[in-house]
């Protein structure tokens, strides 16, 4: 069952039918008891809808949203070569072995592009990645209640100047999206699942990548866990689960190209690349 969260609402897909779904409130669903149990309800009733037309919105309202980092081995050996020179490298090795996981905050709805829209470089950054993952969607409970699909947007040039700058490198205007629905359910995702990423560049592909949930060195029950030690969320959260794909080095983004995201269970985030205001 996918979840979408519209400018007309929030519709339930299941197997190619639409069902509009009676509460409208995004953080009201979020925070819902049984999430699982009221949108079967809404689909037994069997009162299918229209949906085409509809804007789809990032699946995020009052949410904080969270990533963490160096979860795959990828991304702890090219953070380790873009920090080289700035004596940086060793914290990467450090934390991709240690029990205790990188998790920062990358932002509120405020920075989040909705499916569709565009993603943002900084205006002062030279060397930029998106970064497909997997995205936990998590109840006030700290319980992961659907997995959507994130863009973790990066200045690797930043980030690897210094690692103090990471926040500088993560954290702007639409450095993030997500969507462009949830899967709703409580149970793993399947250590199979691909995830794919391909950047086109004036209608030619430029960059395609793949990796699988078994390259996730955490488990996603673990992340939550230290995300809710000693943080209470309201509203609940959504949480990143870090990048497996990093472009070769000699790649950077550039204004106008398109990112397109899939994670077959979820279906495909797409979003242009802006650069500036
Ligand atoms: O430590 C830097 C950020 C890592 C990250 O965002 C990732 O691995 O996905
Ligand atoms: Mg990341």
Redesign the pocket.
């Known amino acids: 069952m996918k979840l979408y969260r519209t400018a007309k609402g929030n519709f339930i897909e299941q197997g190619g039918k639409y069902y509009q779904v009676p509460e409208a409130n995004w953080d009201a669903l979020v925070t819902h008891a049984n999430l699982g149990e009221y949108l079967g309800s809404v689909v037994s009733a069997g009162k299918t809808t229209d949906f085409s037309g509809a804007e789809i919105l990032a699946p995020v309202a009052s949410q904080e949203v969270w990533?963490?980092?160096?979860?795959?081995y990828r991304?702890?050996s090219a953070?380790m070569e873009e920090s080289k020179s700035a004596g940086g490298g060793d914290f990467?090795d450090r934390?991709y072995s240690a029990d205790r996981p990188?998790l920062?905050f990358k932002g509120m709805a405020s920075r989040v592009a909705a499916p569709g829209t565009a993603v943002r470089i900084r205006s002062d950054a030279k060397w930029n990645v998106p970064?497909p993952?997997l995205t936990l969607l998590i109840n006030s409970h700290g319980q992961i209640i659907g997995y959507t699909i994130g863009n973790?947007m990066?200045s690797r040039d930043i980030?690897g100047e210094n690692?103090l700058y990471?926040p500088q490198?993560?954290v702007y205007d639409r450095s993030a999206a997500l969507g462009p629905c949830v899967l709703i359910g409580t149970e793993p995702l399947p250590k199979t699942t691909p995830i794919k990423l391909e950047i086109s560049r004036a209608g030619k592909v430029e960059f395609t990548g793949a990796t699988t949930l078994a390259e996730l060195k955490r488990d996603p029950k673990q992340l939550v866990e230290y995300l809710f030690r000693d943080n209470s969320f309201p509203q609940g959260a959504l949480l990143?689960?870090?990048?497996g794909i990093v472009p070769p080095d000699s790649f950077t983004l550039a204004a106008g190209d398109k990112v397109r995201i899939t994670i077959d269970p979820i279906g495909t985030l797409e979003n242009e690349v802006i650069q500036g205001k």
């Open positions: 990533a963490a980092g160096v979860t795959y991304s702890r953070r990467y934390v990188e920062f970064e993952e973790d990066s980030e690692p990471l490198a993560k990143m689960t870090g990048t």
